[in-house]
């Protein structure tokens, strides 16, 4: 299928309600509700939601915004909030710095994040998308707001797609391009934040560019990604591109809470008779429903929630916010489209915790205490000790054997530690080379060459191995093992 990424220049004609007419509302199955009957992408204009539910969603987001642009800034015992740092291979969660050796306890973080989404979208369907999802987030709650104030609500803006190219036309298109050019470039940068530190950043935006290359290329990347998302591909990253809403179609089930239509109660639809009472209606066999489409108009993803729990659905809560204002304009309970499972809306079920559920939480709480195990025994630092390359032993004018060694370490505490090593299993000398003592500073990385001494008569062969502790201030660290090289015996 041909996806057309253009905006179209004569959008579906609507009626009153800003409902467009010359859709086959009934095909949902035979196609997206963004693409027409030949593939074209069809360009959505949800109507501007507004309600307790988005109320609540606004200040969710505002607070969700805060913490995401103020994340790369945010600083914990001097570290950031959230740093991954790929190309250093150096991330920061909470402050705690994390390095490449700590690669298990960041996949079991990883298992811990996947199982509570499995859990949560068991539980509440797609929520994480509409309400926490970043790319929902933003494009709703500021990109799609901007539009709102140049362009006006939905009929305002298919009247202006519609109209031929005026002044006022062009300086409201120019206008809102560049303000999401602009705020493009401020989440690109934030990205950029979050991988390589809020300091190279900066370093980036004001140092001479021609020390920055590859950091300006992607800047430059990341803004027109971010431009190219929000101003144009929009609702189709969440259909086509990420893999959650496919995957939430294998975890729901019939006692997942998710946004959905009553169809006990709303069936059968028509439309209102303001003549008819609604014991008439009821007498005829016509539910709560009166087919204003108005949870259609304000759907950020185009579909009808009347057909049913739908892939594309990121349970925005617009099309109850929707409902809910029609309801109380004819006088009908609230409700109609909620929160609620297939069990409530069939049997009038409360939410249970069904056996599926209480497995999944039993295996999130296991790998959160395999998680808390891990990152309250890490060891506080690293190391990695190696001869070094292409160096033979050294025999001294008193007959002692030397090995020369490479030693990385890495302190994970937020202190700096004055090193010492100490053999364990023989006697012998080890040497860190360097004036002074060897310090490494906290939450850092530090290398240095080790020379190590020892009488032939403690050698075992031709390689003997050795066992060393690492100390700080006389405490043991870390004990690490290598070989020692001598003569043939
Ligand atoms: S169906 Fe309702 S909850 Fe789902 S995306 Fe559309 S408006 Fe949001
Ligand atoms: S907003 Fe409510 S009453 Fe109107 S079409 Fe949708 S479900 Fe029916």
């Known amino acids: 299928m041909s996806v057309s990424m253009s905006e179209p220049s004569k959008p579906p004609a609507q009626d009153t309600r800003g409902v467009a007419q010359d859709i086959n509302w ?21 109507k501007k939601p507004s309600g307790q539910w988005h109320y609540r969603r ?32 150096r991330f920061s969660i909470l402050g705690q710095i994390f390095w490449p050796q700590d690669t298990v306890i960041f996949a079991v973080a990883m298992l811990v994040f996947i199982t509570g989404i499995i859990i949560f979208t068991t539980a509440f369907g797609r929520l994480w998308c509409g309400w926490a999802c970043p790319q929902t987030v933003m494009m709703e709650m500021v990109f799609r707001k901007i539009e709102y104030v140049i362009e006006g609500d939905a009929h305002e803006q298919r009247a202006l797609d519609a109209a031929p190219w005026s002044a006022r036309k062009v300086l409201q298109k120019s206008l809102k391009q560049a303000v999401f050019l602009g705020l493009s470039f401020i989440v690109g940068n934030t990205l950029l934040a979050y991988i390589i530190g809020s300091e190279k950043l900066l370093a980036i935006q004001f140092d001479d560019p021609r020390n920055h290359l590859v950091g300006l ?50 069936e059968k639809r028509a439309s209102l008779n303001r003549e008819q009472s609604h014991e008439h209606r009821a007498a005829a066999g016509l539910g709560d429903c009166v087919a204003c489409r108005q949870c259609v108009a304000v759907c950020p993803t ?23 204002t029609i309801m109380d304009k004819v006088g009908r309970p609230r409700g109609l489209v909620r929160f609620a499972s297939l069990n409530n809306i069939e049997r009038g079920e409360h ?66 530690l004055p090193v010492e090593l100490k053999l364990d299993n023989v006697r012998g000398t080890v040497r860190l080379m360097g004036a002074g003592p060897f310090i490494v500073p906290k939450e850092n990385l530090a290398q240095t060459s080790v020379l190590i001494e020892l009488d032939p008569a403690v050698l075992t062969g031709n390689s003997t191995k050795l066992k060393l502790g690492v100390y700080a ?9 290598t070989g020692f090289v001598g003569p043939r015996k």
Request: aromatic share 12%; net charge neutral.
């Open 26 to 46: 009934d095909d949902f199955r035979d196609h997206l509700a963004t693409a027409d009957q030949y593939g074209n992408r069809r360009w959505l204009y949800p």
């Open 58 to 89: 606004a200040w969710f987001a505002a607070a969700l915004i805060t913490i995401m642009f103020a994340g790369p800034w945010i600083r914990i015992h001097g570290n950031p909030l959230l740093m991954i740092n790929i190309l250093e291979r």
């Open 217 to 266: 290329t992607f800047m430059v990347l990341f803004t027109l990604l971010f431009y190219a998302i929000f101003a144009r591909f929009r609702e189709q990253a969440c259909t086509f591109i990420c893999p959650y809403g496919r995957f939430q179609s294998a975890m729901l089930d019939e006692n997942s809470m998710v946004v959905a239509y009553d169809h006990e109660r709303g």
């Open 302 to 324: 185009g579909i009808d929630i009347r057909n049913g729990t739908q892939m594309e659905c990121v349970n925005c809560t617009a099309c109850i916010d929707a409902c809910d």
């Open 351 to 416: 939410q249970r915790f069904t056996p599926r559920m209480k497995l999944y939480a039993g295996i999130l709480a296991a790998l959160i205490a395999l998680f808390l195990f891990l990152v309250f025994t890490r060891a506080e630092v690293g190391i990695t000790l190696l001869r070094a390359p292409g160096a033979l032993f050294q025999q001294t004018a008193g007959g002692k054997i030397q090995n020369l060694y490479t030693m990385k370490l890495i302190n994970k505490t937020s202190r700096d």
């Open 473 to 481: 201030n006389d405490k043991l660290l870390e004990t690490v093992t």
